[in-house]
């Protein structure tokens, strides 16, 4: 049969494309991480549900495959598949050429798009850079992309101090970031900081931020 990635939106679960939808109640089978699938539970009672999590995700990923050799499997995952989530693109697209599963990606939408409406850009105007990923990290890469002329819009690494990490780089500029928490969700946070406040206060986020360099300080 298949598997659908399905983009299902930023976090507001009404931003879900109709497609993405149809394909989830059409589905027998559905996967994603546990807080993604929790969303949309009215649509898969009575369906097989296999939340993932990072300390067994290669057997669950086999799993899920397995099923999906005969059965409809969607794969719930937050915001757009190709805005961040390139290494679990990778990871799926190889494991359905390995056990000759047919792949089909459904857009949604990202978080990106809303913080681009909150800092009144469009995507012409930024480069997006996600540091949510496995792998070290070259943060000196980020005053190469800032000196293009074009702002910033950074995925900073989940950790509290994600978002001091990308202060640190411009603190001798020292500008004025503004970081985005929980997009589009009920508890939607918007902060402007200096990068000096958020190193001296030590000011922790959380794990679903967006964090905006504009290019001229």
């Not at 659908?4 to 394909?23: A, F, H, N, Q, S």
């Not at 915001?79 to 949604?108: C, M, N, R, T």
């Not at 005053?143 to 603190?171: C, M, N, S, W």
Request: proline letters at 5%; one cysteine or more; a neutral charge.
């Amino acid at each position: 049969m298949a598997l659908y990635v399905i983009g299902v939106g930023p976090g507001d679960p009404e931003l879900i494309t109709l497609k993405g939808i149809e394909k989830i109640k059409s589905a027998e089978v559905i996967t994603g991480w546990g807080s993604v699938i929790e969303r949309f539970s009215a649509y898969v009672k009575g369906k097989k549900v296999i939340p993932l999590n990072y300390k067994e995700e290669a057997k669950l990923l086999n799993e899920v495959m397995n099923l999906a050799k005969d059965k409809e499997v969607a794969f719930l995952n937050h915001g757009d598949p190709a805005v961040s989530d390139y290494q679990l693109l990778d990871k799926l697209k190889k494991l359905a050429k390995e056990y000759g599963v047919s792949l089909e990606i459904i857009p949604g939408i990202s978080s990106i798009i809303r913080a681009l409406q909150i800092v009144e850009r469009d995507l012409t105007q930024v480069i997006v850079v996600t540091l949510h990923v496995r792998g070290e990290i070259d943060y000196s890469k980020l005053r190469d992309l800032i000196k293009t002329g074009r702002d910033l819009l950074i995925i900073p690494e989940p950790y509290p101090d994600g978002v001091k990490r990308i202060a640190l780089q411009f603190e001798k500029e020292d500008p004025t970031l503004t970081i985005m928490e929980k997009l589009t969700y009920p508890d939607e946070k918007i902060w402007k900081f200096k990068c000096s406040e958020i190193i001296k206060g030590d000011i922790k986020f959380g794990d679903l931020t967006i964090v905006y360099v504009p290019s001229v300080y």
